[in-house]
């Protein structure tokens, strides 16, 4: 079991950053992957960001790719979301999961393990 708690989220203004931070707690970390997606009322939840247990290899959605960095820390069982140049439209809460395969990251199925997620607004 691997218990994910996610921090950082909060209110900015557009143009501006943020960083969220995923706690785990459990497991051995460095045998998960990592992932971030994001949810707004009304809408399925939505892939942001995974990158794979030794940091190789890192996958963005179009919308936040060259503004989002994914990163990890294992030594600090924390994975990160840089979020530069964030829009109006990065509004939502971001949740962080882990995954016991690489398959599928770009998907909610692929994950085993959720956080609870953090809000994250960006206004005008």
């Known amino acids: 079991q691997v218990q994910l708690v996610e921090s950082g989220g909060g209110w900015v203004q557009a143009g501006g950053s943020l960083r969220l931070s995923c706690v785990a707690s459990?497991?051995?970390?460095?045998?998960?992957?990592m992932g971030w997606f994001r949810q707004t009322p009304g809408k399925e939840r939505e892939f942001v960001a995974a990158i794979t247990w030794n940091g190789g290899n890192t996958y963005y959605t179009n919308s936040v790719k060259g503004r989002f960095t994914i990163s990890r820390d294992n030594a600090k069982n924390t994975a990160y979301l840089q979020m530069n140049s964030l829009y109006p439209e990065d509004t939502a809460v971001y949740s962080c999961a882990a995954a016991v395969t690489d398959y599928g990251l770009g998907h909610w199925f692929g994950y085993d393990y959720w956080g609870q997620g953090t809000q994250v607004t960006v206004s005008l």
């Open positions: 459990g497991r051995t970390f460095s045998r998960y992957a």
